[in-house]
């Protein structure tokens, strides 16, 4: 976050010295802002619609519900929205600008796969999300790749590099360049710290529920459910892959798989393993 911080200060800079006082520098800088925090603040409703998720009652769900009363309960935390998405691909996830308005969702395919202790070590993991309010964390995590983007399509759509002279051209492309260094460096550092907080939320599910080897057993089973859903139905999920407990690829271990949003599965279940000696639990 550090570092995000200290990219947002040159980037902020490059703006300010590319339009200075003109309007520009509003539009695009405060533009993409907006944007931004559009999609933070409407995030529960955008997400469950894009899932096309309904929230249910605990008349509706009861069973779904006492879980999530059990572990709200546990965590000492106030109690989520619940919704189910009617989708096969069997998972799970967690949005909300705020724990005010926070949602946990679980998808029919992941109820239909899972057993009562695996779902609940499923929920455990999206609630810790709901605490240590993921969404926001993220949001501005992504500020400055979203800025940098915007900086780059605006030096694209200027007229600075088409004038005649070497000055001109040059700082043109010492602008652009900055675009795509400090887009490429926020890039990395975002998805490195996606991926720290899904090991956070699986630490923090497992240690729960005490049950570190169910969350291991559930994870399992969702990453090797993936290979048996259609990859138009994949495709479809795939936008919210950074939502999700398991990301739903399509590919196997290409480049977009390289920079995942989710560590390895081996990864999360060797945490997992240590988890659970430090528990004193079998896996």
């Not at 590319?18 to 933070?40: H, R, T, Y």
């Not at 240590?132 to 605006?154: E, N, P, Q, W, Y």
């Not at 590099?161 to 000055?167: A, E, L, P, S």
């Amino acid at each position: 976050m550090v570092l995000l911080f200290l990219l947002y200060l040159v980037l902020a800079a490059a703006l300010f010295w590319f339009f200075g006082n003109s309007a520009g520098f509003l539009i695009w800088g405060v533009l993409p802002l907006a944007m931004l925090w559009g999609q933070w603040y409407f995030s529960d409703s955008l997400a469950l619609k894009g899932m096309r998720a309904q929230l249910v009652t605990p008349e509706q769900a009861p069973e779904l519900h006492a879980l999530v009363d059990r572990l709200c309960a546990l965590a000492d935390m106030k109690k989520p929205r619940v919704a189910i998405a009617m989708s096969d691909v069997p998972n799970a996830f967690a949005t909300g600008r705020s724990q005010d308005r926070a949602v946990v969702c679980v998808t029919t395919g992941i109820m239909k796969r899972l057993d009562e202790r695996e779902l609940e070590a499923v929920l455990s993991h999206e609630l810790s999300h709901v605490a240590h309010r993921d969404v926001t964390v993220m949001t501005i995590a992504s500020t400055v790749g979203v800025l940098a983007g915007f900086m780059i399509r605006s030096a694209m759509w200027s007229n600075l590099g088409r004038g005649r002279d070497q000055n001109s051209a040059i700082f043109f492309l010492a602008f652009t360049l900055i675009g795509v260094v400090v887009y490429a460096v926020s890039f990395l550092l975002t998805r490195v710290l996606s991926r720290y907080r899904e090991l956070a939320a699986d630490r923090a599910g497992a240690i729960l529920t005490g049950q570190p080897a169910a969350l291991a057993s559930a994870l399992t089973k969702i990453s090797g459910g993936m290979a048996a859903i259609p990859n138009r139905d994949l495709r479809a999920a795939e936008p919210y892959n950074a939502f999700f407990i398991v990301p739903a690829f399509t590919g196997g271990r290409d480049l977009a798989a390289l920079f995942s949003t989710h560590p390895p599965l081996e990864r999360r279940l060797e945490q997992l393993a240590k988890i659970s000696a430090e528990l004193g639990r079998p896996m």
